[in-house]
Every structure is written in C-alpha cells, then in structure tokens.
C-alpha cells in the first residue's frame, strides 16, 4: 500500500503561482509513475502531467504546457506541481495519483493505484 498526502493547494489570484507538494508513504520501493490530475465542480477528473519513476519522462495536459512544471525527489518520496500564470479555469480539486510497478505514462486515470485525498485550488480573477 501507498499513502499520498497532498498540500500547497489554496486561493490565489489570476496570474499568480502555487506549488503543490504530494508526499508518499508506505510501499514506495517499487518504481512508480507519479500524476497529478484534477476535478473542477461539474466536470470530470482530468489528467494535468505525469512524470516517471526516473524522472526524465514527463507528459502534460495541453491547458497547462508551458505554465505547470512536474518534477520529483525519490530521496524525499515527493512529488511536485509548480504552476505558474494561473487562470480561474485552473480552479479545481487537484488530486496526486501512483501506477505502481511501470516505466511508462499514461493520462487514463484507471490505471493509477493509489489516489491521495485532494488540495482544493482556487484562482481568483
């Protein structure tokens, strides 16, 4: 089992940044892609950026190329959002995601094992 705690989320304005941090416990041996995805009120979950277990692959969303940086520290067993230039469509519960046991990414949320609790972002314009 794999525990993830999100935090970092809160109320910023348009234009402004947040850095959410997803901290992961437990069985965090295997090697596992880490995402981050969110839900805004009245949608469904969506897929925002990916990274591997080494680090060196990433995917994103085409709504946040450019403005969200996905990076990782396997020492810390911490994975980061860093987003920039944020717009009230950024507005969303953001939700940190693990597929255990690949080396690949996908931005289907089924295959993703473990979910962490959420950090509501809210972009004020």
């Known amino acids: 089992q794999v525990q993830l705690v999100e935090t970092g989320g809160g109320l910023v304005q348009a234009g402004g940044s947040l850095r959410l941090s997803c901290a992961a416990s437990g069985r965090t041996f295997s090697p596992y892609t880490m995402a981050w995805f969110r839900q805004a009120p009245g949608k469904e979950r969506a897929f925002v950026a990916a990274v591997t277990w080494s680090g060196r692959s990433t995917d994103y969303a085409d709504s946040v190329k450019g403005r969200f940086t996905i990076s990782r520290d396997n020492a810390k067993n911490t994975v980061y959002l860093q987003m920039n230039s944020l717009k009230p469509d950024d507005t969303a519960v953001y939700y940190c995601?693990?597929?255990?046991?690949?080396?690949?990414?996908?931005?289907?949320?089924?295959?993703?094992?473990?979910w962490g609790q959420g950090t509501q972002v809210t972009v004020s314009s």
């Open positions: 995601a693990a597929e255990s046991g690949t080396t690949g990414i996908t931005r289907i949320s089924r295959p993703y094992d473990y």
